[in-house]
């Protein structure tokens, strides 16, 4: 990325925003959408829609200590009989789906989420692993089964359950090598925790290694992130997600414990940003929607040349469209034409599921001008283009009469070569990613102009 850019000019787009891993986003759910209508949804899914395939995001919602930039549904706990008890309600969540939905379909995405999963020991893995497996018992051969890790808890034990439970890929939390930034965000985690937990990785096989790191932290420079760039590649992940950090002090408290004057403006942020994507794609490595990166041999960015990338609650994938079915604390659900999410405190969670229901919190149901704009803001967060054609085909519609609004509210970001829209198509630039958020707000019909409390800034 080499090109002149004038950041003056762009960081006029710093400003809340969704990140969009659904849309409508989970600021839209509604209370009224309950257990009844997950169950009619259920319904709809094995029928309607019963050639899709299923994707698993389990939430393991525990972790010994707080991060201060962590922005994740998480319990604090040093208890093993709260880890105990929890598994004893996933076992009743998992009986309640085998009675509310067809759980024989075939599973092509498998994901432990958290908190932090490995705060689990070897044997409880195991057994929420065996209980998963009991229910949902059509596991496909090419199924992407991952898990997210902590190398500061990540044992010989936990690694080899994982492997004979048929992990294939696991995601580090790596954030940043800076030990200044790492003190101020509570995560000390020197280099050398990382790099063994990456060698006790591959000697298990395990074929697809993700580290997450984040840019916008405190006392952050670009001189010190480029440093933490050099140490990655000393370990050679096949992927990389790069998050902006989203500073949200009003949604979790732990954030307020980060000073906000130690934290990059927009300007370096973006800086930040543009140096990133040079660094890691003249090192072999392709920029993956507006987040990712992965090697150029990977299977990301083969789907991403043939515009067949996709994006849900587990990141990007090249499996397509599944239905998702999400298990356990706060976890969310995404069909067709809905999202669920259930209960964030363990509480009503547990309630629910001693009275015999699934433990939805709120939901939304998707009508067809929801569905169509899905389709559209999905496209340019994965694949950075749309097809007009093809968008107009598949929906009934004539792309530049239906977003004939959407497409001159555009024309300033044109006139900034942040994209081209041409007769049939619209395509983002190498610029334009970096404000990929922006470039998606346009399409999105819920936004309003009260956006401060509800959405971190885009830059």
Known sequence: MSEKIDFEKLAKYSKPGPRYTSYPTANEFKKDFDSSMLLQAFNRADSIYKDKNLSLYVHLPFCKSACYFCGCNVIYTSKEDKKDRYISYLQKELNMLAESMNTKREVIQFHFGGGTPTFFNATQLQQIMNMIRNIFINFSNQCEISCEIDPRHFTQEQMKVLSDCGFNRVSFGVQDFDSDVQQQINRIQPFDIVRNSVELARKYGIKSINFDLIYGLPKQNEESFQDTLRSVLKLSPDRLAIFNYAHVPWVKKTMRKIDESSLPIPKQKLQILKNTISFLTSNGYDMIGMDHFAKKSDELCKAQRKGELRRNFQGYTTKGFS???????????????????????????????????????????????????????????????????????????????????????????????????????????????????????VFDTYLTNNLVKQFSKTI
Do not use: C, W
Request: no cysteine.
């Open 323 to 441: 239905q998702t079915i999400g298990i356990g604390l706060t976890s969310i659900g995404e069909g067709v034409d809905y999202y669920t999410q259930n209960f964030k405190d363990m509480t009503s969670y547990e309630q629910a599921l001693d009275n015999g229901i699934l433990p939805v919190a709120q939901g939304i149901m998707l009508d067809l001008e929801d569905i169509l704009r899905k389709e559209v803001i999905m496209g340019l967060m994965n694949n950075s283009k749309l097809d007009f054609d093809s968008i107009s085909h598949e929906f009934s519609i004539d792309f530049h009469t239906h977003f004939e609004h959407e497409l001159e509210q555009l024309k300033p970001m044109q006139d900034l070569e942040l994209l081209e829209i041409n007769d049939n198509s619209l395509e983002v630039t190498s610029t334009g990613k970096m404000l990929i958020r922006n470039i998606a707000m």
